[in-house]
């Protein structure tokens, strides 16, 4: 069977698709720092909001905090390992992120540990915004996304500062830990949301070609 000649037209329009495709396996959609972003800034302010108006337990927030991560992670495993019905393409990028997903939990697990075992939680959650900044930095450079590059260094200030607040002033690390997320994963997730969407539109525009 002889194969049929690409016209220059149908040449073109292919090697647009492997471009887009190529594009789209180096973007990331950021609803995962929008989501993650919102849940840990809510618990950051509700947390000093409660300080400042003596509500509940200090703790009651992250707690919740706790439990929502816990449901989702169980939705993960069994949505990946359980329901899943298509076998996902592999990529070094997805690769990459994976590991670096399992490190970076098992580098969060060990800071609280830490303040529940005598680090004090001032110092701790300096610490955990420390590690925001670091994988922060690893998911900007990895995807070439500057603004996720700059939120690092920005994240890091924040952390530093953080070391010089005093333990017994827990409001104040509540408040820049909130701040730190907002300008780490929120400001930068809904950029990457904004660019990741405009490039689906330029796709589906190349497709129909």
Known sequence: MEEKDLSEQESLQIIQQM???AKQEQKDDGKGWITWGWLLFAA???????????WYSTWIFWNVFGGI?????????IRG??????????????????????????????????INLGVGPVKGFALLIALYGFWILIYGAALSFKP?????????????????????????IMLLHGAAVLCGYIIPGHIAYLQFSKLQKE??????V
Do not use: C
């Open 44 to 54: 950051s302010i509700s947390t000093f909001l409660n300080l400042q108006f003596h």
């Open 69 to 77: 991560t816990l449901l989702f992670m169980l939705y993960a495993v």
């Open 148 to 172: 996720s590059i700059i939120a690092a260094f920005i994240t890091w200030g924040f952390a530093l500062a953080g070391l010089f607040v005093p333990e017994t002033d827990f409001k104040t």
């Open 81 to 114: 390992y359980v329901i899943r019905t298509t076998k996902r393409v592999r990529t070094y990028t997805k690769d990459l992120f994976e590991k670096l997903n399992i490190g970076f939990f098992i580098f969060l697990m060990i800071i609280i540990l830490s």
């Open 203 to 208: 796709g589906n525009t190349i497709h129909g």
């Open 19 to 21: 471009i887009q495709t």
